[in-house]
T-cell receptor, first 115, second 113 residues
Framework: DTGVSQDPRHKITKRGQNVTFRCDPISEHNRLYWYRQTLGQGPEFLTYFQNEAQLEKSRLLSDRFSAERPKGSFSTLEIQRTEQGDSAMYLCASSLELMYQETQYFGPGTRLLVL | DQQVKQNSPSLSVQEGRISILNCDYT??????FLWYKKYPAEGPTFLIS?????DKNEDGRFTVFLNKSAKHLSLHIVPSQPGDSAVYFC????????????FGTGTRLQVTL
């Protein structure tokens, strides 16, 4: 299967700890997105990369959050000094900037619980 | 400000009948709309999309209708099957803005036997 993969699938951490999530997009896709989903809500956009360049960040992405996509392949999302409000599902999606209107394909997500 | 709204949190339909899921949006600049299906503990799965230059798009049992004047779209599933039971999200984007998606809050569809 060559879909979007995310690791880990689940993470439990204590408040104040740092966590890092990884996303591997579909291999030929040059765009990569991070979203966050909380209970009862739809996914909310966090940030997006075109190749290795981070081109947009949501105001939801506080200074404690940082994302990278070295060499335009996989991406990591790090949360420093986690807070209980960071508990959510973190979703990664990728797309191919070929067509005028592109479709994003999502990974299975990483569920984070901050105690 | 919720730019994409799904006002029905849940819907129950009998197997074999039509399921109609609705979505409203407020930003008239949105020009590409997508429906995703989500099972618990999984990521959203792309179902079907429609461009604002069309008013209907069909793929097998799934049809999406777009009414731009009413800023409304709907997803029809015919016939509904038990495996269709999931949460359905409507999403919208503005072409040319990196296509970041704005999602609704979802509708939980239950297809009963």
């Amino acid at each position: 299967d060559t879909g979007v993969s995310q690791d880990p699938r689940h993470k439990i951490t204590k408040r104040g700890q740092n966590v890092t999530f990884r996303c591997d997009p579909i291999s030929e896709h040059n765009r990569l997105y991070w979203y966050r989903q909380t209970l009862g809500q739809g996914p909310e956009f966090l940030t997006y990369f075109q190749n290795e360049a981070q081109l947009e960040k949501s105001r939801l992405l506080s200074d404690r959050f940082s994302a990278e996509r070295p060499k335009g392949s996989f991406s990591t999302l790090e949360i420093q000094r986690t807070e209980q409000g960071d508990s959510a599902m973190y979703l990664c999606a990728s797309s191919l900037e070929l067509m005028y209107q592109e479709t994003q394909y999502f990974g299975p997500g990483t569920r984070l619980l901050v105690l | 400000d919720q730019q994409v709204k799904q006002n029905s949190p849940s819907l129950s339909v009998q197997e074999g009948r039509i399921s109609i899921l609705n979505c409203d949006y407020t930003n008239s600049m949105f020009d590409y709309f997508l429906w995703y299906k989500k099972y618990p503990a999984e990521g959203p799965t792309f179902l079907i999309s429609i461009s604002s230059i069309k008013d209907k798009n069909e793929d097998g049992r799934f049809t999406v209708f777009l009414n731009k004047s009413a800023k409304h779209l709907s997803l029809h599933i015919v016939p509904s099957q038990p495996g269709d039971s999931a949460v359905y999200f409507c999403a919208a984007s503005l072409t040319g803005t990196a296509s970041k998606l704005t999602f609704g809050t979802g509708t939980r569809l239950q297809v009963t036997l």
